[in-house]
């Protein structure tokens, strides 16, 4: 996920947004969902947070092709909470988060639910 892509190209230069940022927008507009506890990720990212570095696209894969976005978010729900109706939030809050703050369109955003919360 270091890729940039470039926005616009403007009179006196272009601004470009790496996949990281994308990544960044998705998964914070995804915790903003009620019943979703984290995004789950991958052991490195686990070992990475024990150490202190705070990672905001763990659990994330952005693919982007043409100004076009794909997302993937892998996601820890709560339990009790209904699977489907969260996912559909998290779907619609993050294609609207990206799209409103980069001006990419959003083709899809694929939602992972690796685990369920038990504990309050």
Same mark, same amino acid.
Do not use: C, P, W
């Given at each position: 996920?270091? @890729?940039?892509?470039?926005?616009? !190209?403007?009179?006196? *230069?272009?601004?470009? +947004? !790496?996949?990281?940022?994308?990544?960044? +927008?998705? =998964? +914070? !507009?995804?915790?903003?969902? @009620? *019943? +979703?506890?984290?995004? =789950?990720?991958? %052991?490195? @990212? @686990?070992?990475?947070?024990?150490?202190?570095?705070?990672?905001? /696209?763990?659990? $994330?894969?952005?693919?982007?092709?043409?100004?076009?976005? #794909?997302?993937?978010?892998?996601?820890?729900?709560?339990?009790?909470?209904?699977?489907?109706?969260?996912?559909?939030?998290? #779907?619609?809050?993050?294609?609207?988060?990206?799209?409103?703050?980069?001006? %990419?369109? $959003?083709?899809? $955003?694929? $939602? %992972?639910?690796?685990?369920?919360?038990?504990? /309050?």
């Amino acid at each position: 996920m270091a @890729e940039n892509m470039i926005i616009d !190209a403007y009179k006196h *230069g272009k601004v470009n +947004i !790496a996949d990281d940022v994308i990544g960044v +927008i998705g =998964s +914070i !507009a995804a915790a903003e969902i @009620e *019943g +979703i506890k984290a995004l =789950s990720g991958t %052991f490195s @990212e @686990e070992m990475m947070e024990i150490m202190g570095k705070k990672n905001f /696209n763990k659990g $994330v894969r952005v693919e982007m092709e043409d100004n076009v976005v #794909q997302i993937d978010l892998s996601v820890i729900v709560d339990y009790g909470t209904k699977i489907h109706e969260i996912a559909k939030m998290v #779907q619609e809050n993050v294609k609207l988060a990206i799209e409103s703050m980069t001006g %990419f369109e $959003v083709k899809s $955003v694929n $939602v %992972f639910v690796e685990g369920i919360n038990t504990k /309050n």
